[in-house]
């Protein structure tokens, strides 16, 4: 039984990422702003009112993990907003540069010694932070916030290597979830089931690379 860590637990992607692992027989801690009734239906642990967007909150996340391994951390919280060539807000993509790019960092630095050798981060990013990918403009935030992330990744990827910590970059595919209106092409079933495929085949010698949750490895 490993134990899991999700953050943005309580509904869409993350929700269905902790029905699965804990139907596997993980633990599973479910980190979120707000619990909701299904989360605390799955999740052996929710830990309630932390937005990992500020520094205090994270560090009390780090606090009410003292003392527990930490085999997978999931860093799925996440903000998509819209701005458009013109008029373009720009408290809005530091808003989701706050929330996609610096949190699962600011996280996955909180909670590093709580992740022994064998040990994996998963960041759920987006084909949209790619920039050979991008071939529709737009989005400037969320691309810009998502493309940090990626980076961030990469180097977490090449610092921890030599500690035995696997991390991994995942694009979930175009999900039915609220944040995008319940309009994607695969339900957040489908998407977990994905994830979870790539984060069981990730391993030191695969680290530091972009996955569609489909199996297709994706373009910087």
Same mark, same amino acid.
């Given at each position: 039984?490993?134990?899991?860590?999700?953050?943005?637990?309580?509904?869409?992607?993350?929700?269905?990422? !902790?029905?699965?692992?804990?139907?596997?027989?993980?633990?599973?801690?479910?980190?979120?702003? #707000?619990? #909701?009734?299904?989360?605390?239906?799955?999740?052996?642990?929710?830990?309630?009112? +932390?937005?990992?967007?500020?520094?205090?909150? +994270?560090?009390?996340?780090?606090?009410?993990? !003292?003392?527990?391994?930490?085999?997978?951390?999931?860093?799925?919280?996440?903000?998509?907003?819209?701005?458009?060539? &013109?008029?373009?807000?720009?408290? #809005?993509?530091?808003?989701?540069?706050? +929330?996609?790019?610096?949190? /699962?960092?600011?996280?996955?630095?909180?909670?590093?010694?709580?992740? /022994?050798?064998?040990?994996?981060? !998963?960041?759920?990013?987006?084909?949209?932070? #790619?920039?050979?990918?991008?071939?529709?403009?737009?989005?400037?935030?969320?691309?810009?916030?998502?493309?940090?992330?990626? !980076?961030?990744?990469?180097?977490?990827?090449?610092?921890?290597?030599?500690?035995?910590?696997?991390?991994?970059?995942?694009?979930? &595919?175009?999900?039915?979830?609220?944040?995008?209106?319940?309009?994607?092409?695969?339900? /957040?079933?489908?998407?977990?089931?994905?994830?979870?495929?790539?984060?069981?085949?990730?391993?030191?010698?695969?680290?530091?690379?972009?996955?569609?949750?489909?199996?297709?490895?994706?373009?910087?």
């Amino acid at each position: 039984m490993q134990h899991v860590v999700i953050t943005g637990a309580n509904r869409g992607i993350g929700l269905e990422l !902790a029905r699965l692992f804990a139907a596997r027989g993980d633990r599973v801690t479910g980190v979120c702003r #707000s619990s #909701s009734a299904e989360l605390d239906q799955v999740a052996s642990t929710v830990l309630a009112g +932390v937005d990992v967007a500020i520094e205090a909150d +994270v560090a009390r996340l780090a606090e009410s993990l !003292a003392g527990q391994e930490i085999h997978l951390l999931i860093n799925n919280a996440g903000l998509l907003q819209d701005e458009k060539l &013109g008029s373009i807000d720009f408290d #809005s993509i530091r808003v989701q540069m706050e +929330v996609n790019a610096y949190a /699962p960092l600011r996280v996955a630095q909180a909670l590093l010694g709580h992740i /022994p050798a064998g040990g994996k981060i !998963a960041n759920i990013t987006s084909r949209m932070g #790619s920039i050979a990918d991008n071939d529709s403009g737009g989005r400037y935030g969320y691309r810009a916030s998502k493309a940090a992330l990626n !980076a961030f990744g990469k180097s977490l990827a090449m610092d921890l290597k030599p500690r035995g910590i696997a991390v991994v970059q995942l694009h979930p &595919g175009y999900v039915q979830t609220r944040m995008v209106g319940f309009g994607g092409h695969i339900t /957040p079933q489908e998407s977990a089931s994905g994830l979870a495929a790539r984060i069981d085949s990730l391993t030191l010698e695969t680290t530091g690379t972009f996955w569609h949750s489909n199996g297709d490895e994706l373009p910087w």
